[in-house]
């Protein structure tokens, strides 16, 4: 299984954890899309619940190993943001240190990514509003907090992003450097370190974020650049609702206040853009042509960034 589980098993193992009482009585749906872990949705005796087991080898094309304990870094976040933000993320349930498991309480029915809202071109503010809000509790009441891994987030964001993309684009290799030495270098706050519309569900009027395997202490301008890299994208994707996606995109800077040094932000943001066209991980839905675009605007993005969001936004207008 290298690492893994089938969906088979998981009844038994949540039986032997103490979650359920009977495997007959469950029903086990693996969850596709994530790389990082095997995911199931497993429902009965009137529970919901989600099983995460993390795996040693993200399943892209190119190789991609991270040390297993992440998973033990994304429980300690969830025990931690549960009182600080009350209702900003599912309800921890089960921590297996042995298998790098968890069990933590599934979302009700109708409950939906804000990625696949997004990318149907709904694209409520409110719900950025609020994200910027969260976020800035959380850097704002972490300076203190030590949890998570550098060298994970070095893993899994910085390879794999940045210094891929210093390897297959030479030319910028110099001011993406400049980049990943500043981000190494600030240690500041807890960081999500994947504060993305995918890892946002939404339903009922609440938020949870979620998938916090990349938790770390660092710099806070990761989160933000991390955010606005998504949105931009969208805005490429979905032309017609661009002007939606940047009201998101103000929302969210605006909730979450005074943003120091703009300009790094968003010079973060072209890193970011380059990489999800270029890099380990590239986004999915992006058309060949739509590629080239984000890959044009992220590298104007870095080599020169604007002082305001507005004029980022320009970057990316057809």
């Known amino acids: 299984m290298n690492g893994g589980i089938a969906a088979a098993e998981v009844g038994d193992y949540l039986v032997r954890r103490g979650i359920f009482r009977h495997s007959?009585?469950?029903?086990?749906?693996?969850?596709?899309?994530?790389?990082?872990?095997?995911?199931?949705?497993?429902s009965g005796e009137g529970k919901r619940v989600v099983l995460k087991r993390a795996l040693p080898r993200f399943r892209v094309a190119d190789e991609w190993l991270v040390p297993r304990e992440r998973a033990l870094y994304e429980a300690r976040a969830l025990e931690l943001m549960a009182p600080l933000v009350p209702?900003?993320?599912?309800?921890?349930?089960?921590?297996?240190?042995?298998?790098?498991?968890?069990?933590?309480?599934?979302?009700?029915?109708?409950?939906?990514?804000?990625?696949?809202?997004?990318?149907?071109?709904?694209?409520?503010?409110?719900?950025?509003?609020?994200l910027g809000g969260l976020l800035s509790v959380l850097h704002t009441s972490t300076t203190d907090v030590d949890l998570g891994s550098a060298a994970s987030f070095d893993a899994q964001r910085i390879d794999p992003y940045l210094r891929t993309i210093q390897r297959r684009h030479p030319a910028l290799s110099d001011r993406i450097g400049e980049y990943i030495d500043r981000l190494l270098a600030t240690d500041v706050c807890i960081v999500h370190g994947d504060f993305s519309p995918k890892n946002v569900l939404v339903g009922d009027g609440h938020v949870w974020v979620i998938d916090w395997e990349i938790v770390h202490r660092g710099d806070p301008a990761f989160d933000l650049a991390f955010m606005l890299n998504h949105l931009l994208?969208?805005?490429?994707?979905?032309?017609?609702?661009?002007?939606?996606?940047?009201?998101?995109?103000?929302?969210?800077?605006?909730?979450?206040?005074?943003?120091?040094?703009?300009?790094?932000?968003?010079?973060?943001?072209?890193?970011?853009?380059?990489?999800?066209?270029?890099?380990?991980?590239?986004?999915?839905?992006?058309?060949?042509?739509?590629?080239?675009?984000?890959?044009?605007?992220?590298?104007?993005?870095?080599?020169?960034?604007?002082?305001?969001?507005?004029?980022?936004?320009e970057q990316v207008s057809v």
């Open 87 to 130: 209702g900003s993320v599912p309800e921890l349930l089960d921590v297996d240190p042995e298998t790098f498991t968890l069990v933590i309480e599934g979302a009700p029915d109708g409950w939906r990514s804000w990625k696949s809202l997004l990318l149907e071109g709904a694209a409520d503010a409110a719900i950025a509003e609020r």
């Open 233 to 313: 994208l969208k805005a490429i994707h979905r032309p017609g609702a661009r002007d939606r996606y940047e009201q998101c995109g103000g929302a969210f800077a605006e909730a979450y206040g005074p943003i120091a040094d703009l300009p790094y932000v968003l010079g973060l943001v072209g890193c970011l853009m380059v990489a999800r066209v270029d890099g380990k991980s590239p986004a999915e839905y992006l058309t060949p042509t739509e590629r080239d675009r984000a890959r044009e605007a992220g590298i104007a993005l870095l080599r020169d960034p604007p002082g305001s969001l507005p004029d980022a936004w």
């Open 24 to 42: 007959q009585d469950v029903e086990v749906a693996e969850l596709t899309g994530g790389v990082s872990c095997a995911v199931f949705a497993v």
